[in-house]
């Protein structure tokens, strides 16, 4: 296999794929606005992930570096939470550029080089795609397209030998969820650790039976 591309790879979530994917052997490559703590194999940071030219020079940088590329985890994205009625409209753009622009873009640019010898896509959706709750209205309808661009794309790519999945996390157990939930118990919330491991098997040889689909994880 190729390396495997974190996109989005700076943040807690991105941080403990990358470590995940290296410990099993991979060549790992993170992509993000930030620079990483840990850089992978090969870090290339200031990319706008909504930006099709810059993600695509990136990516053809990463792949000429590390010797093709096998698999992209899309893990970027943000979220806010408010209500319909007082919210701003912005934040629904705001929403679906850090959700669904950056994961279509990274896919986009990422086809090139998986269609040559065939690879995976895994996207990190979240729960709240398909449970949302009061103030998660632009940040589920994100979302829910991440799941929507998985399940169109995995049927694009029939054929090519390319699987497209994704996964979706209930509350993430990350010093930023702890410190803006501080009355929340974290102790049914997913740890990041526990999501790279789904990762990790989903870009696998073992999940060659396992396309087009949306993983709950909790």
């Known amino acids: 296999m190729g390396a495997v591309i974190v996109a989005g790879g700076a943040g807690v979530l991105g941080q403990a794929v990358a470590a995940e994917l290296r ?11 930030s620079e990483p703590r840990e850089g992978g194999d090969l ?19 990463i792949a000429d570096s590390l010797g093709g590329i096998g698999a992209v985890v899309n893990v970027a994205g943000g979220f806010l939470w408010e209500k319909v009625e007082s919210g701003e409209v912005a934040n629904w753009d705001l929403m679906y550029r850090m959700n669904v622009r950056t994961a279509a873009v990274s896919c986009r640019a990422a086809l090139p080089h998986l269609t040559t010898n065939g690879g995976a896509i895994v996207n990190v959706g979240a729960a709240g795609a398909t449970q949302p709750g009061v103030g998660m209205a632009p940040y589920a309808a994100s979302k829910a397209g991440v799941r929507a661009l998985t399940e169109s794309l995995a049927q694009e790519l029939k054929g090519a030998c390319v699987r497209v999945n994704a996964i979706l996390p209930t509350i993430i157990d990350t010093p930023a969820n702890r410190r803006d939930m501080p009355d929340a118990d974290p ?7 526990a999501i790279a491991k789904v990762v990790a098997f989903l870009i696998s040889d073992d999940a060659e039976a396992v396309n087009g689909a949306s993983i709950l994880l909790s």
């Open 187 to 193: 102790v049914d919330w997913v740890r990041p650790e």
């Open 23 to 33: 410990a099993r052997g991979h060549r790992v490559a993170i992509v993000d606005l």
């Open 43 to 61: 870090a290339c940071a200031g990319v706008d992930l909504t930006d099709p030219s810059a993600v695509a020079a990136a990516y053809r940088t």
